[in-house]
């Protein structure tokens, strides 16, 4: 088991490009394990959408395309709140082709959502899994690769941690 320091946990889901929802789990029992009363501080998510070679995807167009995610430490059948108790980050990109033509780019915005996120004293973990899942639109010209990076660390389940993980999902 991991200890002292951080790390990074890399994953990436295929979102496709139908409105879709996909999800893929990410397994964390080499980091949490409640007999050594071991859970995973995760310091910050770095998130990217790209093709499957990690470049830029292209927008059909006349275009308007939007893909977003969710990392949750419950799985999903959809896209959730913000507000949902089992939302660790969340993004989304929304994407304008005002050319005649498809290309790569576009008129870009956040959409009152933003990546990358950082916590000051970490996001606390206590589940064997979590879950990245992702829609994207049908203006992207392939499927859409959500990739994220979490920054983490191992730590030791005290009587704070376990008060505000408790606070932090009621």
Known sequence: MAKGGTFFIRQTQNIDN????YQGEIDLGAYV????????LIRSVETT???????????????QAVAQYQLTTQSQTDIVLPS???????????IVNQ????????IVSE?????PQMYAEGYLVATDSIFLGGA???????NVYCSVVLECEVTTM????????ALSQQ
């Not at 139908?18 to 929802?21: E, I, L, V």
């Not at 959408?49 to 275009?63: E, N, P, Q, Y």
């Not at 994207?136 to 392939?142: H, L, Y």
Request: aromatic residues 4%.
């Open 136 to 142: 994207a639109s049908t203006d992207f010209s392939g």
């Open 18 to 21: 139908d409105n879709g929802f």
């Open 99 to 106: 050319d005649a033509i498809a290309k790569i780019g576009g």
């Open 84 to 94: 949902d108790k089992s939302v660790i980050s969340t993004g989304r990109v929304c």
């Open 49 to 63: 959408f790209s093709d499957s070679t990690g470049r830029s995807s292209s927008i059909a167009g006349l275009g």
């Open 33 to 40: 394990n409640a007999l050594s009363n071991s859970i995973l």
């Open 111 to 115: 959409d009152l959502d933003h990546a």
């Open 158 to 165: 005290t009587s704070n941690k376990a008060m505000a993980l």
